[in-house]
C-alpha cells in the first residue's frame, strides 16, 4: 500500500484515535467506566436481558466516537452500557472477562488473543490504519531501527505497536533480546519518551501525533504493511445467544462510517473534543494517518496481513505454534453480519 493518500471523495484517513491519551479522556457518562471491572449488572451477558448490549469507546476507534456520540444504538432502542478501552490489551481483557459483548482491537491483538484459547470473533472492520511507528525524542541520534541494539523501547504488549516493533527489529536484524522492552501503557511510554526514560517508543495516535507535534519527537520508522486492521471483536457465546444484537452493533458502525465519510471536518471536530486534542493533532491525525472508506467485511485482505505476523509471533512466544495460530486465524471472521450491513 503507498503512503500517498486517495482522495478526499475516497478516503477520509483517520489516525487510530488512542485510547487512554495523556491528553484527557472525555468523560463518563452514567454506566461507564474505564477501569476494566465488571459492569454492574443488567448487562447482555449470561442471564441478562436481550436490550442491552455492551460495547466499548476508544479514541483508537473513531466509529465507536461517533455511534456513542450520536446515540445510534440508543436511538435505535437499545440500553448501550459502555466502557472505555485503553488499548488493545484492554480490550480482550474486557472480552475475556465477560465484561464486554463486543470490544474494538487492531487485528494482530484479536488473533493473538484467539490463538491462545480466547473465544472471540470479527464481525467488523472498522479501519485500515496506519497508526503506529517507532518514535524517538528530538535529540535523539539513532537513525535506524539498528541503531536501536542495546536501547530502551517502550510497548504495550499484546497491541499494534508492539507487533509493529517486533517486525521492525526483525527486519533489522535484531532479536528481542538484543533491545530492552519496556512494558508500558501508550500514554505511559509517550511520557517516558518524553523524559527520556527510554530511547524509543512504539507509538500509536494520537499521542504520536501530539508529540511530534508538540514536542518536536521524529518517526524514526513507518511501515502501513507492518499495521493490521482496526477491528470490532466479539465474544463467539455472544454471538450465538444475541446474533440479532451483534447486527445492530455491526449496522450502527456503517451507520457512523457513512456520517463519517459524509462529513469529514465535523469529524474532525468531534474528535479533538472527545479527546481532548490541540486541532492540529486532531487534523494530523485524521488526514493522514488511516483510512475508513474500505471493506468493513472481515476476510483476505485482514488474513494476508496477519498471515505475515504469525511466524514472528510464533517465533517470540506471543501464540504457542504457529499451527495453533493459523488454525486460529482459519476461525477467526464473523463475516455474515458486515455482509449484511453493507447489503441492505
Known amino acids: 500500500m503507498s503512503h500517498a493518500l486517495r482522495p478526499l471523495a475516497r478516503r477520509t484517513a483517520l489516525g487510530a484515535l488512542l485510547g487512554g ?30 436490550d442491552t448490549v455492551r460495547l466499548d469507546y476508544a479514541y483508537y476507534n473513531p466509529l465507536s466516537l461517533v455511534v456513542r456520540e450520536r446515540r445510534i444504538l440508543e436511538d435505535a432502542g437499545l440500553t448501550v452500557q459502555w466502557e ?55 535529540g535523539s541520534t539513532v537513525t535506524d531501527v539498528a541503531g536501536l541494539r542495546g536501547k530502551r523501547i517502550a510497548a504495550t504488549t499484546g497491541t499494534d505497536p508492539y507487533f509493529f516493533l517486533r517486525q521492525a527489529l526483525d527486519r533489522a536484524g535484531l532479536a528481542a533480546s ?11 511510554g509517550r511520557a517516558a519518551l518524553e523524559r527520556g526514560d527510554v530511547d524509543a517508543w ?93 471493506d468493513p467485511v472481515p476476510g483476505d485482505a485482514q488474513r494476508t496481513v496477519l498471515e505475515g505476523v504469525i511466524p514472528l509471533m510464533a517465533a517470540n512466544g506471543d501464540v504457542r505454534s504457529e499451527e495453533e495460530a493459523l488454525t486460529a486465524l482459519d476461525g477467526l471472521f464473523a463475516p455474515q453480519f458486515a455482509e449484511k450491513a453493507v447489503s441492505a
Not at 485503553?86 to 484479536?110: C, H, I, P, Y
Not at 538484543?178 to 505511559?188: F, G, K, S, T
Request: with cysteine.
Open 202 to 294: 512504539a507509538g500509536l495516535d494520537p499521542n504520536m501525533a501530539a508529540t511530534e507535534v508538540q514536542n518536536g519527537s521524529r518517526l524514526l520508522y513507518r511501515n502501513v504493511d507492518l499495521n493490521t486492521y482496526g477491528v470490532l471483536n466479539a465474544r463467539e457465546e455472544f454471538i450465538e445467544s444475541s446474533p440479532e444484537l451483534v447486527q445492530q452493533v455491526v449496522d450502527a458502525y456503517e451507520q457512523a462510517r457513512a456520517w463519517a465519510l459524509a462529513n469529514p471536518d465535523e469529524l474532525v471536530a468531534l474528535y479533538a473534543e472527545q479527546a481532548q486534542l490541540d486541532p492540529q493533532v486532531a487534523s494530523l491525525v485524521l488526514t493522514e494517518r488511516t483510512g475508513l472508506d474500505i
Open 21 to 50: 491519551v495523556a491528553l484527557g479522556a472525555a468523560g463518563c457518562v452514567q454506566g461507564e467506566s474505564s477501569s476494566g471491572a465488571a459492569p454492574a449488572a443488567g448487562g447482555s451477558g449470561s442471564g441478562s436481558g436481550g
Open 178 to 188: 538484543d533491545v530492552e522492552i519496556v512494558n508500558l501503557q501508550h500514554p505511559d
Open 84 to 138: 472505555q478501552s485503553l488499548g488493545s490489551n484492554k480490550a480482550n481483557e474486557f472480552l475475556r472477562n465477560d465484561n464486554l459483548d463486543l470490544a474494538s482491537t487492531a487485528g494482530a491483538a484479536v488473533l493473538q488473543a484467539r490463538s491462545n484459547g480466547q473465544a472471540v470473533q470479527t464481525v467488523d472492520v472498522y479501519s485500515q490504519p496506519e497508526w503506529t511507528a517507532l518514535v524517538v525524542g528530538p
